[in-house]
């Protein structure tokens, strides 16, 4: 069965600094991840999909299918980062299934 | 261009009652996707739709759980005979092909008391 973790709820960071938010996934196929996003009062929206191998925003992140996981990345975080983001992973069946998510504080 | 929406954005029902759910999609999307999230967890699958064919309804919780497409564009969730436990936000997301991005609409946000 498959199984994404995230296992911080929270983080913050001060302006500036580098963050990680982590997501380790467990899946028996060739796994297609994603992280959305979800700033206050608005909508989920894709931030990115690792087949695109974008940066969106500063963000990037990388499929380690050895450690199975697909940490996200900035190296300077913003104000206008501060958001929950949830990593997802697409089954076979197209429909998508998320962590728990971690709320992100970005502090002034 | 218009994205998802869903109605009503709250509603509040007594246990008991059946409630229905509304979701239109992005025109021309052929994919419709259902999610339930619950309080402090991500979104959870409940249904998916190609078209008019609802070809996965392995999320649903139970049997008063229903949903419907019939003309391929808007969707009806409907809940029957409501639980305490249904409280949650219900996502809709439509993709215009299965494996696209899917995009989210705001979300109904159902209270059961």
């Known amino acids: 069965a498959q199984r994404v973790t995230q296992p911080e709820k929270l983080l913050s960071v001060f302006k500036g600094a580098p963050v990680e938010l982590k997501c380790n996934y467990s899946?028996?196929?060739?796994?297609?991840l994603f992280w959305y996003v979800q700033y206050s009062r608005q909508r989920l929206q894709l931030l990115l999909r690792?087949?695109s191998r974008e940066s969106i925003k500063g963000f990037t992140a990388d499929l380690n299918k050895g450690e199975t996981s697909f940490h996200l990345k900035k190296p300077f975080a913003q104000e206008e980062d501060s958001a929950m983001y949830y990593c997802?992973?697409?089954?076979?069946?197209?429909?998508?299934?998320f962590g728990t998510g971690t709320r992100l504080t970005v502090i002034p | 261009g218009a994205g998802v929406s869903q109605s009503p954005r709250y509603k509040v029902a007594k246990r008991g009652q059946d409630v229905a759910l509304r979701c239109d999609p992005i025109?021309?999307?052929?994919?419709l996707f259902w999610y339930q999230q619950a309080l402090g967890q991500g979104p959870e699958f409940l249904t998916y739709?190609?078209?008019?064919?609802?070809?996965?309804k392995s999320g649903l919780p139970s049997d008063r759980f229903f949903a419907e497409r019939p003309e391929g564009s808007v969707s009806t969730l409907k809940i029957q005979r409501t639980q305490q436990e249904d409280s949650a936000v219900y996502l809709c997301?439509?993709?215009?092909?299965?494996?696209?991005?899917?995009?989210f609409g705001p979300g109904t946000r159902l209270l059961v008391l």
């Open positions: 997301a439509s993709s215009l092909v299965p494996e696209e991005t899917q995009y």
């Open positions: 899946y028996s196929g060739s796994p297609e």
């Open positions: 690792h087949i």
């Open positions: 997802a992973l697409i089954t076979g069946a197209n429909n998508l299934f």
């Open positions: 025109s021309g999307h052929v994919s």
């Open positions: 739709f190609q078209n008019e064919a609802q070809l996965d």
